[in-house]
């Protein structure tokens, strides 16, 4: 169940608004319900123009674009953990908003264990050799299985 704050995209104007400025079970917002039925069809046209110009022409747009392609694809098969080299589904990796597919190089198993590693003391020449460990396991894991 949404809270009434919730913010919802009217399908007519394109605001985000929220919930309680919508007409019950509908998706369009109050200032939209008054509008003449010739005005409301313009009005959703030029949204529509504007979302299709955003997603094209704009360096945000296919941004987005590109980062729901790979996720799409992650969700499939995986994605390959550069410590470990495991594959592992999208979720098991924190977000990063500048990497062109909006995840961490690193699952987060692998950040938990190297941030414990450095907070207690350890030199980074030890994580590395912590991480080339489960490379070899991991490899060895997959040799196994046939892979």
Known sequence: MLSTNALLQCVCCGRAKPMYDYAPMTNICSI??????????NMARATT???????????????????????????????????????????DYAKCAPR??????DCKACNNMKATLLRTGGKLTDWHKVQSALRAQNDAGSAKSGM
């Open 32 to 41: 939209c319900t008054g509008l003449s039925a010739r005005e409301a069809a």
């Open 100 to 105: 062109t597919d909006g995840l961490q190089q």
């Open 49 to 91: 123009i504007a979302q299709i110009n955003l997603e094209r022409n704009t360096k945000d747009g296919r941004k987005i674009k590109r980062q729901e392609d790979k996720a799409a694809q992650y969700a499939t098969t995986g994605k390959k953990c550069g410590s470990c080299h495991s594959v592992k589904p999208a979720g």
